[in-house]
């Protein structure tokens, strides 16, 4: 059974960093493209950074040039690096990863809350 377990999440003020962290119980995990999604309340769920086992990555465009997407496929692990956050990053944060075989086999973590206020 494939597990995505998250970390990292928490409350910070504007301005703050947060480092949100996946590990996946799977194998081949290079297989798989790993994700990062959100969710805020009343707002559909949205794509934030991706990321290739060869290391190609893609940012939302509200994102970009704040946060950092990285993976170590030895060691099976995503993570976001988020700076210079902002109240409008206040979302449910979750772990995806998607094979790029089998499209089907799609996985998500439980998700993890971040929280931007002062």
């Known amino acids: 059974q494939v597990q995505l377990e998250e970390s990292g999440g928490g409350l910070v003020q504007p301005g703050g960093s947060l480092r949100l962290s996946c590990a996946a119980s799977i194998m081949f995990f290079g297989n798989y493209v790993m994700n990062w999604y959100r969710q805020a309340p009343g707002k559909q769920r949205e794509l934030v950074a991706s990321i290739t086992s060869g290391g190609s990555k893609n940012y939302l465009d509200s994102v970009k040039g704040r946060f950092t997407i990285s993976r170590d496929n030895a060691r099976n692990t995503v993570s976001l690096q988020m700076n210079s956050l902002k109240p409008e990053d206040t979302a449910v944060y979750y772990c995806?990863?998607?094979?790029?075989?089998?499209?089907?086999?799609?996985?998500w973590g439980q998700g993890t809350q971040v929280t931007v206020s002062s």
């Open positions: 995806n990863m998607q094979n790029i075989v089998e499209p089907n086999l799609n996985y």
